[in-house]
């Protein structure tokens, strides 16, 4: 109540859109909550540009600042605004964005993600080193077999891991456990949701 | 190939070598190659942003119907000074409290019911009369037995995230006895979940890696091809 | 009948008026004390204390022509003028060394000339004083607080004082002993009713009072009306009972011998409101008539004028104590505090000695265990100390407070991006393996060929979501439109790509148009990458916006994911690049609804993003008249495969179709036609051969060396 006091537009606004959107899963209000969803995505839409805007005011405070690392700002900087101009002016379906989402996103992007191979087999070979226990011990047993079911290893299928062992331990062993896990999340997702539509939390700034 | 192709290509090869690099260390190049990464995706999201989603919606419509969107945008623009800051709570609030109500209403409709209803669905007469009826005897076993493994794994799982403790005075709380060994279970499930989801990580990093030395020696035969 | 307040002595007059709600108010009887019958000398006196405490206990305080009679007769008894000051209602402190005379006693002598005013202890007896000393100390904040607080008190009853503590205690005066010794006479002198009603009083108060406390109170207002208390036939009936089942009880109840001399006076009358006009006024309430018997005495049932059973005492306090009850029996508390003790299921002496609670020391409850602590709470004038707001924290909780501040403190902190720096072994290691792979993800592809064979061999059936995607696919017909959402981040487009690579070519095959969307912004350029540098080298004819279309960027996450089940021409306004709206088109023209395409694809790398997708879209798939479900297929990444089975293998299914990562696609091409899958496949498994082996014989050392490590500790600790 307090706090209703101190922001009571902004409580109103987060409790009225929420449950209007939680009532329509109930009852025909498609028309309305078809123009409050258009809202958001729009809203959502600027936010992300509020998000890159901020980005841009960060390293530009950091730039002026003239420390050590301006050089990394400036570069993010620049880069940043020569893409959105080009991108923005000519839309992302022009040879020029593409030409920079392929040749300069993609291939870093994609690169972080192959040395990240050479860091996982690293870490997973070190982990009984580090801590022996059942779960560590059940962790990499259940790797190595999932890793051996999922191609040819020197070049040939092993008989069964690939056909039978992969699938089970996947689908019925691992499935349970991410069963649990969605089941959790979905429980926690609907917990904190609740949350916030009943005002107890208000990370709106309230 | 153009030239664009060659000069790209080459872009592209250089930053993958430098990511690369990384291998043998953290070092400036890298962190150069990173910062432009960073940039060039901010100003891409931000651009599609624009003209994917504003612009077109902007002049798809009529002034009239825009009042209250730029409305908010306007309020949520606010946020970018530390004075007008308080002005855009209410555009955020609209941001939260609807997502917060699309999570919700998704998680029950989407995960949390059909996945109760579907831990429960191996051991429904239907199926199992199916697989009876038709003879298939070793199937409905089978069906029994990992609809039991999927049940235990689940609920196993669920206890482990069950972090309600007894507090007793001068004692660090404690899980109940039964739910402690239950938990243990259930975190043997997650472990082999963890275990086959690393291999799926690695699976896709595997994969990208052989992406990316696959279009590097494409580029290379293709330049090689030039000459 | 009333009861004519001339037969009752005063001290039952007073109980009665104190308990009854038509109480005139303070106020009321401090200006009747105020009309003003002269101050008789000694409140006149030098000695007396400058701060009276009449203001809180007035009726205490009787004018020269208001002594009371009882106390009138006592002066007589030992031959004293009636002047002198009334006893105190309070008891005594324990008596000090300068005080342990009859303080009244000096005050006679006093009176008489033969003490000097001075000489009179500092320390009347008088707790007031010391209320007032505490008074003056208090701050002047304080003061006012205590004096408003002080007005509402209550007042104290003098006779109930008597009639309660009437135990003899070491500080107790001389006078006190002698109402002691005849106003209450001893239980044996009683006459015999009275000896009844004694013993009723005492069970009463040692058993379970009714709630709400006796029926006297519960009686009808006496304020409201000012007639009878109780009505006439009424009375006489509980009158005649009484008597039934009394019958030493007489019926016309002379005043015993001992009430003889304490007759009241003949009300004076003067003054435009004067004390003796108050207490007529008062005495209206008590109208009792002469041959009546008191209406709490009259609601004593028979049960309760039978002997009292044997009943644990409670515990005696220490003796020597100043307000030690002594041989104070039970019976002697009137009805009027049976209504002040604690009405519960649970007797006092049915409890324990320590939830008893601490004895009353002061005030009219004074000895009582149980009741609330009037002193140390309510007698309180100094500033009450601060209340204290900490915590009282046992080690654990201690240590778990300092951690939890350390954590939100390091939060707080802003970190240099931190070096990772390895040992040189281990640095050695890494690039080794870096080496290793680069070499091993190198050589199958360009040195070595196909020579891997694809997982499904020939005359095998593929697993059961790679055949349910085949079937999809092959149920699409020329000019099917099927959305595809290219929802996975440049990272993972080589892996994502390539297993979608099978899926989309087949559809195209297929004759499928394909409307095609992102829920990330790096979708749009994802999409030109993804249809540009693969599906034009097999189609080159299959071209933008008249083929497939590209929808763009849908914002909001899950709440646009929403939207465009909700109405996706709403969720995504798109315009070619002449102006012209994208759902105009002719193969779009009849797509209204999700439920309008043939099929739905999701290409994504996160099992969040898919879990999104089933959350939101797949529910507007199913037609609620028919139950038929348009198709969700979903192309993954292997790192989201294991959290998209649950879905998959539903009842019913929420995905119909999964082809998940590099494996997946190998078995979907196996059953189309061999592309990116195929070509990757040999380094793929050179890869996973690599991983395989690295992780096994790293994890094989270093779970021998902990196992060798710990047997060594273990024998180093038995030497």
């Given amino acids: 109540m307090k706090s209703f006091m101190k922001s009571p537009v902004s409580i109103s606004v987060a409790l009225a859109g929420g449950w209007l959107i939680l009532l329509a899963y109930i009852f025909d209000l498609d028309a309305l909550r078809t123009q409050v969803l258009g809202w958001v995505v729009l809203v959502a839409a600027a936010g992300l540009l509020l998000g890159v805007l901020n980005l841009a005011a960060v390293h530009f405070g950091k730039l002026r600042s003239g420390t050590r690392n301006a050089l990394y700002s400036f570069l993010l900087i620049i880069s940043m605004f020569i893409t959105f101009v080009v991108v923005a002016t000519l839309g992302p379906g022009h040879e020029a964005s593409q030409w920079i989402f392929t040749n300069i996103q993609l291939p870093v992007e994609a690169s972080l993600m192959a040395v990240m191979a050479v860091t996982l087999v690293f870490a997973a070979a070190r982990l009984l080193s580090r801590r022996t226990d059942l779960f560590a011990i059940l962790f990499v047993v259940f790797a190595v077999i999932t890793l051996a079911g999922s191609g040819p290893l020197l070049g040939f299928n092993i008989p069964l891991v690939g056909d039978v062992l992969r699938p089970w331990v996947t689908q019925v062993l691992a499935g349970a456990g991410a069963r649990g896990i969605l089941i959790g999340v979905s429980l926690g997702t609907i917990a904190t949701g609740l949350r916030v539509l009943l005002a107890a939390d208000k990370p709106y700034g309230a | 190939m153009n030239f664009a192709d060659i000069f790209g290509g080459f872009f592209a090869a250089l930053f993958t070598f430098l990511i690369f690099s990384y291998a043998l260390g953290d070092n400036a190049l890298f962190r150069m190659v990173v910062h432009i990464f960073i940039g060039v995706a901010a100003g891409y999201a931000a651009a599609v942003a624009l003209h994917s989603v504003l612009l077109p919606a902007f002049n798809s419509q009529p002034l009239s119907s825009l009042v209250v969107p730029l409305l908010w945008i306007g309020l949520l623009f606010t946020k970018l000074s530390p004075r007008t800051a308080v002005l855009g709570n209410p555009a955020s609030a609209l941001l939260v409290g609807v997502g917060a109500a699309v999570a919700v209403g998704g998680a029950i409709q989407g995960t949390l019911l059909p996945q109760l209803a579907g831990s429960a669905s191996y051991f429904s007469p239907e199926r199992l009369s199916a697989a009876f009826g038709d003879g298939r005897f070793g199937d409905a076993l089978g069906l029994l037995f990992n609809g039991a493994v999927i049940l235990v794994g689940t609920v196993t799982s669920l206890a482990y995230f069950h972090f309600g403790a007894q507090s007793r005075p001068n004692q660090v709380p404690q899980r109940r006895r039964i739910i402690e060994i239950i938990a243990r279970v259930g975190q043997g499930f997650i472990a082999i979940t963890l275990g086959v989801l690393f291999a799926g990580v690695y699976s896709a990093a595997l994969v990208a890696l052989i992406e990316r030395l696959d279009s590097l020696f494409n580029f290379v035969g293709r330049l090689a091809r030039l000459f | ?719």
Avoid: C
């Fill in chain 3, 1 to 719: 009948m009333g009861y004519a307040s001339d037969d009752l002595p005063d001290w039952l007059k007073d109980l009665g008026s104190s308990s009854l709600p038509s109480e005139p108010e303070p106020e009321r009887r401090a200006a009747a004390r105020a009309a003003s019958e002269p101050v008789p000398d000694w409140m006149a006196s030098p000695a007396e204390p400058p701060a009276r405490p009449e203001s809180i206990f007035g009726d205490e305080e009787e004018g020269e022509g208001d002594v009371p009679d009882w106390l009138a007769g006592i002066r007589q008894a030992e031959g004293r003028p009636p002047d002198a000051p009334p006893p105190s209602p309070i008891q005594p402190p324990a008596p000090q060394e300068t005080d342990n005379g009859d303080w009244l006693e000096s005050i006679r002598k006093r009176e008489s000339g033969s003490l000097p005013a001075s000489d009179l202890p500092a320390d009347d007896g008088d707790f007031m004083n010391r209320i007032k000393a505490m008074q003056s100390e208090d701050s002047a904040g304080d003061e006012d607080a205590s004096q408003d607080w002080l007005a509402g008190l209550p007042t104290p009853e003098p006779a109930a004082d008597a009639s309660i503590f009437g135990g003899e205690s070491p500080g107790q005066p001389d006078w006190m002993s002698g109402i002691q010794g005849e106003e209450p006479p001893p239980i044996e002198d009683k006459p015999d009713w009275l000896k009844g009603v004694g013993s009723g009083i005492g069970k009463g108060f040692t058993g379970d009072l009714p709630a709400g406390g006796p029926a006297w109170m519960d009686a009808p207002d006496a304020g409201a009306d000012d007639g009878p208390l109780w009505p006439a036939e009424e009375s006489a009936r509980a009158s005649e009972a009484v008597s039934q089942e009394f019958p030493g009880l007489p019926k016309e109840p002379a005043a015993p011998s001992w009430l003889g001399d304490l007759q009241p006076t003949e009300p004076s009358s003067g003054g435009a409101f004067t004390a003796s006009e108050f207490e007529e006024a008062t005495s209206e309430v008590f109208k009792l008539d002469s041959g009546e018997l008191p209406d709490w005495l009259a609601q004593i049932s028979p049960e309760d004028a039978l002997p009292p059973p044997v009943e644990p005492q409670p515990a005696a306090r220490p003796s020597g104590t100043p307000f030690d009850t002594g041989d104070l029996a039970p019976a002697e508390l009137p009805s009027w505090l049976q209504a002040m003790r604690p009405v519960g299921p649970v007797g006092l002496e049915d409890l324990p000695e320590a939830e008893r609670g601490e004895e009353e020391r002061i005030g009219p409850l004074a000895g009582l265990a149980g009741v609330l602590p009037a002193e140390p709470d309510i007698v309180q004038f100094g500033r009450p100390s601060s209340a204290s707001v900490g915590l009282q924290l046992n080690d654990v909780q201690r240590t778990y407070a300092v951690q939890l501040a350390q954590m939100v403190a390091a939060e707080a902190e802003a970190h240099p991006p931190r070096r990772i720096s390895l040992a040189l072994p281990q640095r050695a290691a890494r690039l080794a393996i870096a080496i290793l792979m680069l070499l091993f993800v190198a050589a199958p592809t360009y040195l070595l060929g196909n020579f891997s064979s694809l997982p499904q061999g020939p005359g095998q059936l593929p697993p059961a979501e790679i055949q349910a995607a085949l079937d999809i696919a092959n149920g699409l017909n020329a000019g099917d439109a099927v959305l595809v959402a290219v929802d996975y981040q440049p990272a993972l487009a080589g892996e994502v790509e390539a297993a979608a690579m099978g899926v989309i070519d087949h559809m195209i095959i297929q004759g499928a148009r394909l409307v095609m969307l992102s829920t990330l912004p790096t979708g749009p350029g994802q999409i030109q990458h993804f249809m540009t540098g693969t599906q034009s080298l097999n189609h080159p004819d299959y071209q933008l916006n008249s083929s497939y279309y590209n929808l763009g960027y849908l914002s909001g996450g899950s709440a646009g994911l929403l939207q465009l089940a909700n109405d996706p021409r709403a969720a995504l306004p798109v315009q070619l690049d002449d102006g012209r709206d994208v759902w105009a088109e002719p193969a779009l023209a009849a797509l209204f609804r999700l439920r309008d395409f043939k099929a739905i694809v999701v290409l994504t790398d996160d099992a969040d993003t898919a879990r999104a997708w089933v959350e939101q879209v797949q529910p507007a798939l199913v037609d609620p008249l028919s139950g038929a479900t348009t198709p969700l297929l979903v192309v993954s990444s292997a790192q989201a495969e294991p959290l998209l089975y649950p879905y998959l293998n539903n009842e019913p299914s929420q995905i119909q179709g999964l082809v998940a990562g590099l494996r997946g696609a190998a078995y979907y091409e196996a059953n189309i036609r061999e592309l990116n899958a195929r070509r990757y496949w040999d380094a793929y498994g050179a890869g996973l051969t690599l991983g395989v082996a690295t992780i096994a014989v790293g994890a094989v050392l270093g779970l021998s060396r902990n196992l060798l490590g710990g047997r060594r500790k273990t024998a180093g600790g038995r030497k």
